[in-house]
């Protein structure tokens, strides 16, 4: 089984920053890690993901703004955001696939709130 445990969500002002952490407990090395969001009333969007490899992937609503990298101690994974927006207001979930038990785990959500 695997934990994740997200942190640095908060009110923000708008153009304002944010980072979130995830820390992943777990003796195996997680191939994908990434962050999701869900807003209230809308369904669960993919925002960025990163492989074991460095290499990642950003949704076209974030592309320039967000960016996701793994930290210092295995199996933990930040989003850097940058430029807030009103829109980006949601809950923010940590993701993380297991190839060993070919399954994906989710962290319980980090509120961001972006507002004036």
């Known amino acids: 089984q695997v934990q994740l445990v997200e942190s640095g969500g908060g009110l923000v002002q708008p153009g304002g920053s944010l980072t979130l952490s995830c820390v992943a407990s777990t003796i195996f090395t997680l191939n994908v890690m990434g962050w999701y969001r869900q807003a209230p009333g809308k369904e669960r969007e993919r925002v960025a993901i990163?492989?074991?490899?460095?290499?990642?992937n950003t949704a076209d609503s974030v592309k320039g703004r967000f960016t996701i990298s793994r930290g210092n101690a295995k199996n933990t994974v930040n989003l850097q955001m940058n430029n807030l927006k009103p829109e980006d207001t949601a809950v923010y979930y940590c993701?993380?696939?297991?190839?060993?038990?070919?399954?994906?785990?989710w962290g319980q959500g980090t509120q961001v709130t972006v507002s004036s």
């Open positions: 993701n993380a696939f297991l190839t060993i038990t070919d399954s994906q785990y």
């Open positions: 990163i492989n074991v490899d460095g290499s990642t």
